[in-house]
């Protein structure tokens, strides 16, 4: 372990660095679990300033690690094996808690949940946390892994919540020809249906606007051809999805997935993971790496049944801050 590296935040400048970094993990580590792949990254980065929110770590020129604190109270992080100790953490934690301290009290209800259809009624119907007057800071650890007690001895604590791990490393599916299912990327006309069929794939949620999905197209790692939208046989958008192929580690992601409501149990969702898994396949990507909640328990019957099994599980860690 080394303790030379040095610290400073992120400019936009370093996203391609950033990305790359990931890419470079993600090589190391394969087939352990892995953290943020670039798809990860430039998702949640949407919106977000990055001179604000992340920390960067260098030994002289190389970046060897990052944290990232996402909506306030979520803390991100990575570095390389050599980096990556209890002395880096703690630098982490200083950063991340001083940076938490500046945000209002508040906590994320899906926490507490424990199926889609009371995420859909927090969403619908929003009701203060009987914890949300005060401040947590939040770290997602693998079972098992030197962070997950390295963050206890901080004084972390484990939740409930969890997320799985899914990977898809099957023979790679042809695209799909279905006889009442179409499914193609995205035209240069459909940006308004291809929103509008995210939202209701979502709904109540209604975060992601024109605006989102522009700045969703401008990221330097998102690939037209693998924008997709399902329609059925009349023209109606019925589902969506946004492939991601990392060509340095070989790993894909799937990230969004969403099917209109009507649409669920009509087999639509399946073509449109077939065509999706195609896709990938066809760019050289040697495995898809998925997660979701694990509240989420029909995405994870879905998943399993379109041949992705569960390999880790990350469980949610939460850490009170308290004031000065």
């Known amino acids: 372990m080394t303790s030379n590296w040095s610290a400073r935040s992120a400019t936009a400048a370093d996203l391609g660095a950033w990305l790359a970094f990931a890419s470079a993990q993600a090589v190391a580590r394969w087939p352990a679990p892995l953290r943020l792949l670039p798809a990860d990254i430039s998702w949640q980065l949407l919106g977000r300033a990055p001179d604000e929110n992340v920390r960067l770590y260098f030994l002289g020129t190389d970046l060897v690690g990052y944290a990232s604190l996402q909506g306030n109270d979520t803390l991100q992080l990575d570095a390389t ?193 077939q065509a999706a898994l195609a896709a990938l396949g066809a760019r050289g990507m040697s495995a898809v790496r998925l997660y979701t909640a694990g509240f989420n328990r029909g995405a994870r019957r879905f998943y399993t049944a379109q041949g992705f099994v569960e390999t880790s599980r990350s469980h949610t860690m939460r850490l009170e801050v308290t004031a000065r």
């Not at 599916?173 to 929103?195: I, L």
């Not at 024109?210 to 059925?232: H, I, K, Q």
Request: proline share 10%; net charge negative.
């Open 81 to 273: 094996d050599g980096v990556m100790d209890p002395a880096w953490l703690r630098d982490v934690l200083a950063w991340a808690v001083a940076l938490r301290r500046a945000h209002p009290p508040g906590y994320p209800f899906y926490l507490d949940v424990e199926s889609m259809d009371e995420w859909a009624a927090w969403l619908r119907e929003p009701r203060p946390h009987p914890l949300a007057k005060h401040r947590y800071l939040f770290v997602s650890a693998f079972e098992g892994e030197p962070l997950q007690r390295w963050l206890q001895r901080e004084g972390f604590a484990t939740l409930s919540h969890f997320e799985p791990h899914l990977r898809f490393e099957s023979e790679w599916p042809a695209a799909p020809a279905h006889p009442r299912f179409r499914v193609a990327p995205v035209a240069p006309d459909e940006h308004e249906a291809r929103v509008a069929v995210h939202r209701a794939a979502w709904a109540p949620s209604a975060g992601f606007t024109e605006a989102s999905y522009a700045a969703v197209r401008a990221l330097s790692n998102y690939t037209p051809a693998l924008d997709l939208l399902l329609r059925d046989s009349d023209g109606t958008p019925a589902a969506c999805a946004i492939a991601w192929a990392d060509e340095r580690s070989g790993v894909g992601m799937i990230e969004p997935f969403g099917t209109h409501p009507d649409y669920r149990g009509t087999g639509a969702s399946a073509v449109l993971m």
